[in-house]
């Protein structure tokens, strides 16, 4: 395709020889040790996912009851009564959950759990303080390991209208490792590592098992992924890079900064940039850019028409080497992005003909542009009648709402169904030390204040779009006024209660507001953890940071819980 900028274009390098000693290395494990890896990288899901599916059509039916039983206006659900917030926990279980919370709220333990964690069980060993984190935070953050111990969390979420979103917590620390030398504190983040092709094809196989569960929920079910588990991360970044790179070359053809390229700017940067220059040349790409065929090319046309896997030998025509040409992908990694869309497409056509929704997870900002591609291709392909892929936007960063603006306009001009999650951010402590140590602004909003304001602005873009072109939203959030604004929207563009727009909250955390949700037939979900008190030892680190990090929130369910206990004990 187009050729593209050599000596112009910015954009984060990234050492080529890293990523093929990664992908070499990858290439040479043994086979036996990689056949072992793999076998034991999920437990056995068949019995998790029968009583998965089992709870969530129960909870289908409870919510639908529940809908036409509420008598209470939209506006006027209640979320700050404690005693019907909380009228499906038990006293220990209110006891359990403020134990916790005050936990959290301990933040040199926090700050340093990982560390403590590990002295701990050198001095009193595993046993006693798996035991102890059993009873405590994991109990109250994961459904536990098996069929067995998740029954009775999945049955008690069904029984007041609230379906599971099964999430596996193990999580691999490579960015705590990454980070070690900032600060001298670790930094837990959900990234898969890579260990090998048949790895990433063995966890598509559990997406797979998933979705067949969520396809008995009759159109209700969602599933949610992460490309970083079905391909290797250090590609992720290199293809952000190279569609960087492209969005920079617009930019240079955009000599006015109009947002359009004429015919005239096109051949004048081309000319002054690429070999092939005759007349012929740039006219004729020009045309195949041009979709709209009125003599301008926008950026939604631009990144329409460039394929990233032409970008190797789209540099080889450039007059001298530049950024781009280190972002372009070798055929190596070509053949590893199309082994890992390929991935990806399969479980979006069998997301699409079981009716369940997939939602693409959120990763780093740096792998995040060719996240972002990737579920723009599927939501062209698999959302032509209705929304299936929702992408997931992080509104912590600055960027979020002009990105989102760009993706519904993409989907309208394509004619298919956008779908979003929309999630405050989880990466905030990492996202800021990484600009900081590459001295660049930070791409996190500078204030809560800001971020509160993106969240709730790209909730109203996207709801509009909900109303008057069937698009979908998972409202994601565990702050109240969101969901009060978001509740209110619906109410006043005449969206019922299971019209598009789905709420959900993590096991374990908000529990005043998704409990509220379900038992008013709304679409109330809960994102389930489950493993073993090891495995889902880093994600529970993550909740208690976060906790940590949200003492307002968590500080207003705290005291409705002490409300809670008090009515009840003291009457």
Same mark, same amino acid.
């Given at each position: 395709m187009?050729?593209?900028?050599a000596r112009?274009?910015?954009?984060a390098?990234?050492?080529?020889s890293?990523l093929?000693l990664v992908?070499?290395?990858?290439?040479?494990?043994?086979?036996a040790a990689?056949?072992e890896?793999a076998a034991?990288?999920e437990?056995?899901?068949a019995?998790?996912?029968?009583?998965?599916?089992?709870?969530?059509?129960?909870?289908v039916v409870?919510r639908?009851?529940f809908?036409?039983?509420s008598?209470?206006?939209p506006t006027?659900?209640?979320?700050?009564?404690p005693?019907v917030?909380?009228k499906s926990?038990s006293n220990?279980?209110?006891?359990r959950?403020l134990a916790?919370?005050?936990m959290?709220r301990l933040?040199?333990?926090?700050?340093?759990a990982?560390s403590?964690?590990?002295?701990?069980?050198?001095i009193?060993?595993?046993?006693?303080?798996?035991a102890?984190?059993r009873q405590?935070?994991?109990?109250?953050?994961?459904?536990g390991?098996d !069929?067995?111990?998740?029954?009775p969390?999945?049955q008690y979420?069904? !029984?007041h209208?609230i379906a599971?979103?099964?999430?596996?917590a193990?999580e691999?620390?490579l960015?705590?490792?990454e980070?070690?030398?900032l600060?001298?504190?670790?930094?837990v983040?959900?990234v898969?590592n890579?260990?090998g092709?048949d790895?990433?094809d063995?966890?598509m196989?559990?997406f797979l098992?998933a979705i067949?569960?969520?396809?008995? %929920?009759?159109g209700?079910?969602?599933?949610?992924?992460k490309?970083?588990?079905?391909g290797?991360?250090?590609l992720l970044e290199?293809?952000?890079?190279a569609?960087?790179a492209?969005?920079g070359?617009f930019q240079?053809f955009d000599?006015?900064?109009?947002?359009s390229?004429?015919?005239?700017?096109?051949k004048?940067?081309?000319?002054?940039f690429?070999?092939?220059?005759?007349d012929?040349?740039?006219k004729?790409?020009?045309e195949q850019?041009?979709?709209?065929k009125?003599?301008?090319?926008d950026?939604?046309?631009?990144t329409g028409?460039?394929?990233l896997?032409?970008t190797?030998?789209?540099a !080889?025509?450039?007059?001298?080497?530049g950024p781009?040409?280190?972002?372009?992908?070798?055929?190596?990694e070509n053949?590893?992005?199309?082994?890992?869309?390929g991935?990806?497409d399969?479980l979006a056509?069998?997301?699409a003909a079981?009716?369940v929704?997939?939602?693409?997870?959120?990763e780093h900002?740096?792998?995040?542009p060719?996240?972002d591609?990737?579920?723009a291709?599927?939501q062209a392909e698999?959302?032509?009648?209705?929304p299936?892929?929702?992408g997931t936007y992080?509104?912590y960063?600055?960027?979020a709402?002009?990105?989102l603006?760009?993706d519904l306009?993409?989907a309208?001009?394509?004619?298919?169904?956008?779908?979003a999650k929309?999630v405050?951010?989880?990466?905030m402590?990492v996202e800021?030390?990484r600009a900081?140590?590459l001295?660049?602004?930070?791409?996190?909003?500078?204030?809560?204040?800001?971020t509160?304001?993106?969240?709730?602005a790209?909730?109203a873009e996207?709801?509009a779009?909900?109303?008057?072109?069937?698009?979908g939203? %998972?409202v994601a959030?565990?702050?109240?006024?969101?969901i009060?604004?978001a509740v209110a929207?619906m109410?006043?563009?005449?969206?019922g209660?299971?019209?598009?727009?789905?709420?959900?909250?993590?096991l374990?955390?908000?529990d005043?507001?998704t409990f509220?949700?379900?038992?008013?037939?709304?679409g109330?979900?809960?994102?389930?953890?489950f493993?073993?008190?090891d495995?889902a030892?880093p994600?529970l680190?993550r909740?208690?940071q976060?906790?940590s990090?949200?003492l307002g929130g968590?500080g207003k369910?705290?005291a409705?819980m002490r409300?809670?206990?008090?009515?009840?004990l003291?009457?």
């Amino acid at each position: 395709m187009l050729a593209v900028l050599a000596r112009r274009t910015g954009g984060a390098r990234f050492p080529l020889s890293s990523l093929n000693l990664v992908v070499h290395k990858a290439h040479l494990s043994e086979a036996a040790a990689r056949e072992e890896r793999a076998a034991e990288v999920e437990p056995d899901l068949a019995p998790v996912i029968e009583e998965v599916a089992a709870a969530n059509k129960a909870a289908v039916v409870a919510r639908r009851a529940f809908q036409r039983s509420s008598t209470i206006a939209p506006t006027n659900l209640p979320f700050d009564d404690p005693k019907v917030a909380f009228k499906s926990k038990s006293n220990l279980d209110l006891m359990r959950s403020l134990a916790v919370f005050q936990m959290c709220r301990l933040r040199p333990i926090v700050d340093n759990a990982d560390s403590i964690l590990a002295w701990s069980k050198r001095i009193f060993g595993s046993t006693l303080v798996n035991a102890v984190v059993r009873q405590t935070f994991y109990k109250h953050f994961v459904a536990g390991k098996d !069929k067995e111990e998740m029954q009775p969390t999945l049955q008690y979420l069904a !029984k007041h209208g609230i379906a599971a979103i099964l999430d596996y917590a193990a999580e691999d620390d490579l960015e705590a490792s990454e980070q070690d030398d900032l600060a001298g504190e670790k930094v837990v983040a959900r990234v898969y590592n890579y260990e090998g092709e048949d790895l990433c094809d063995r966890r598509m196989e559990v997406f797979l098992k998933a979705i067949d569960a969520a396809s008995t %929920m009759n159109g209700h079910g969602f599933v949610a992924i992460k490309l970083t588990a079905l391909g290797l991360p250090e590609l992720l970044e290199r293809v952000s890079n190279a569609l960087t790179a492209i969005r920079g070359l617009f930019q240079q053809f955009d000599d006015d900064g109009n947002g359009s390229v004429s015919i005239e700017e096109f051949k004048r940067v081309y000319k002054e940039f690429f070999i092939d220059d005759a007349d012929d040349v740039p006219k004729g790409w020009f045309e195949q850019l041009d979709v709209t065929k009125d003599g301008q090319v926008d950026y939604i046309d631009w990144t329409g028409q460039i394929s990233l896997f032409d970008t190797n030998s789209i540099a !080889k025509r450039c007059r001298s080497r530049g950024p781009f040409s280190d972002a372009a992908l070798n055929e190596e990694e070509n053949e590893l992005l199309r082994k890992m869309l390929g991935r990806v497409d399969r479980l979006a056509a069998a997301a699409a003909a079981a009716g369940v929704r997939l939602m693409v997870d959120a990763e780093h900002s740096w792998f995040q542009p060719a996240v972002d591609h990737a579920t723009a291709q599927l939501q062209a392909e698999h959302n032509r009648e209705r929304p299936i892929v929702f992408g997931t936007y992080q509104c912590y960063l600055k960027d979020a709402l002009p990105r989102l603006a760009f993706d519904l306009e993409r989907a309208r001009r394509g004619g298919y169904r956008f779908g979003a999650k929309l999630v405050r951010g989880a990466y905030m402590v990492v996202e800021r030390r990484r600009a900081a140590e590459l001295g660049v602004p930070s791409p996190i909003h500078d204030s809560l204040a800001a971020t509160h304001e993106s969240y709730d602005a790209c909730v109203a873009e996207v709801m509009a779009h909900v109303a008057d072109e069937g698009a979908g939203m %998972m409202v994601a959030t565990h702050n109240q006024a969101s969901i009060e604004a978001a509740v209110a929207a619906m109410e006043e563009r005449g969206l019922g209660p299971q019209a598009g727009v789905y709420f959900g909250q993590l096991l374990g955390m908000a529990d005043n507001l998704t409990f509220v949700l379900g038992q008013h037939g709304y679409g109330a979900y809960k994102y389930v953890p489950f493993g073993s008190v090891d495995e889902a030892m880093p994600y529970l680190i993550r909740r208690a940071q976060e906790n940590s990090d949200m003492l307002g929130g968590v500080g207003k369910e705290m005291a409705m819980m002490r409300r809670e206990l008090r009515r009840r004990l003291l009457g």
